[in-house]
């Protein structure tokens, strides 16, 4: 039975005259990557009690560390996330991947990129915060795409828990064919279908129109067959650890019908719907226009009962 908790509402309560920054400090950290070095942030609550741990990993595209897109904006959605739970006693690592922010001299060239290599990477990041001082247990944070590099890199290193946020629980190709039926023009639908058919059988394709040249240009197509083999239910039903799956009502990319996938896949899992919540994990209008805004608006708070939600998760395994 899939265990429903929708969240309403919560507060944080500090000591007095205690502010947030005194509950933690960070620390810029980084791991051989190869080429370049990896590198990412380490968030340690203070004091010297041993405490549980978090690796954040970003979604698609170029998006950092805090969750940031240089290409629309920032809106500091995983810094928010790493620092509050850090308020709640929780240490993070929140990462840049390979060839984005800091890490992007560790890129190799697109030819030869794999959607594993971002599993892998997450492996080793794990490795790295598992000796730590202090450091008791690991779980992974995943957020968007980020769900289905945490759920294989679960596969491949023991950890108390994965957290799952905002993640699509349907194959990538599905996610598409949805997305472009809203957002291309008639004119391109018949190709892009033909295109996601052939990638779909593993074939590349040659002449892909410039209008699509973004999502499916030659050099990235390795890459899309590589991440279309997926099915990120199918994934997460071969793990056997606690399992929270957290999804906004109002996030614009991913719906609750994929949280909803993604908890029928394990029956045990945590299924958290949190009122409002866009994919950037903070309040959003109703209009489409004000939703889009909080891509590029650092000053938004998270939902208020996001982190709790997610702190209680992490105490209670």
Same mark, same amino acid.
């Given at each position: 039975?899939?265990?429903?908790?929708?969240?309403?509402?919560?507060?944080?309560?500090?000591?007095?005259?205690?502010?947030?920054?005194?509950?933690?400090?960070?620390?810029?950290?980084?791991?051989?990557?190869?080429?370049?070095?990896?590198?990412?942030?380490?968030?340690?609550?203070?004091?010297?009690? $041993?405490? &549980? #741990? !978090?690796?954040?990993?970003?979604?698609?595209?170029?998006?950092? +560390?805090?969750?940031?897109? =240089? %290409? /629309? @904006?920032?809106?500091?959605?995983?810094?928010?996330?790493?620092?509050?739970?850090?308020?709640?006693?929780?240490?993070?690592?929140?990462?840049?991947?390979?060839?984005?922010?800091?890490?992007?001299?560790?890129?190799?060239?697109?030819?030869?990129?794999?959607?594993?290599?971002? $599993?892998? &990477? #997450? !492996?080793?990041?794990?490795?790295?915060?598992?000796?730590?001082? +202090?450091?008791?247990?690991? =779980? %992974? /944070? @995943?957020?968007?795409?980020?769900?289905?590099?945490?759920?294989?890199?679960?596969?491949?290193?023991?950890?108390?828990?994965?957290?799952?946020?905002?993640?699509?629980?349907?194959?990538?190709?599905?996610?598409?064919?949805?997305?472009?039926?809203?957002?291309?023009?008639?004119?391109?639908?018949?190709?892009?279908?033909?295109?996601?058919?052939?990638?779909?059988?593993?074939?590349?394709?040659?002449?892909?129109?410039?209008?699509?040249?973004?999502?499916?240009?030659?050099?990235?197509?390795?890459?899309?067959?590589?991440?279309?083999?997926?099915?990120?239910?199918?994934?997460?039903?071969?793990?056997?650890?606690?399992?929270?799956?957290?999804?906004?009502?109002?996030?614009?990319?991913?719906?609750?019908?994929?949280?909803?996938?993604?908890?029928?896949?394990?029956?045990?899992?945590?299924?958290?719907?949190?009122?409002?919540?866009?994919?950037?994990?903070?309040?959003?209008?109703?209009?489409?226009?004000?939703?889009?805004?909080?891509?590029?608006?650092?000053?938004?708070?998270?939902?208020?009962?996001?982190?709790?939600?997610?702190?209680?998760?992490?105490?209670?395994?």
């Amino acid at each position: 039975m899939i265990r429903m908790v929708c969240v309403l509402a919560a507060t944080m309560l500090l000591s007095p005259g205690m502010t947030m920054a005194d509950t933690w400090t960070e620390r810029t950290v980084s791991i051989d990557g190869g080429p370049a070095p990896l590198r990412g942030t380490l968030t340690m609550p203070a004091g010297t009690d $041993a405490v &549980d #741990a !978090v690796l954040i990993h970003p979604g698609s595209g170029p998006v950092d +560390r805090d969750g940031n897109n =240089f %290409l /629309i @904006g920032d809106n500091n959605s995983l810094s928010l996330l790493a620092r509050s739970l850090a308020d709640r006693g929780i240490a993070s690592l929140r990462i840049d991947k390979r060839g984005i922010g800091e890490s992007a001299k560790a890129a190799p060239d697109e030819r030869d990129l794999r959607f594993d290599i971002y $599993a892998d &990477d #997450a !492996v080793q990041w794990l490795d790295f915060l598992e000796v730590q001082p +202090r450091i008791r247990r690991l =779980f %992974l /944070i @995943g957020h968007s795409e980020g769900a289905l590099v945490a759920t294989l890199a679960a596969q491949r290193k023991p950890v108390s828990g994965v957290i799952l946020i905002a993640g699509t629980g349907r194959s990538v190709p599905a996610l598409l064919r949805e997305q472009f039926a809203v957002n291309l023009p008639t004119s391109l639908q018949t190709p892009a279908a033909t295109i996601l058919q052939k990638l779909e059988r593993g074939e590349t394709v040659a002449g892909v129109p410039a209008a699509l040249a973004a999502e499916f240009r030659p050099s990235i197509q390795p890459y899309l067959i590589s991440l279309f083999g997926y099915d990120p239910a199918a994934e997460l039903a071969k793990l056997h650890i606690p399992t929270q799956i957290v999804q906004g009502t109002r996030d614009i990319q991913v719906s609750t019908d994929d949280a909803e996938r993604l908890a029928a896949a394990r029956g045990d899992a945590r299924l958290v719907i949190v009122e409002d919540m866009s994919h950037v994990l903070k309040i959003a209008p109703a209009d489409r226009a004000g939703n889009i805004r909080l891509y590029a608006d650092p000053g938004v708070p998270l939902a208020p009962t996001l982190v709790p939600a997610i702190a209680d998760f992490i105490r209670a395994e």
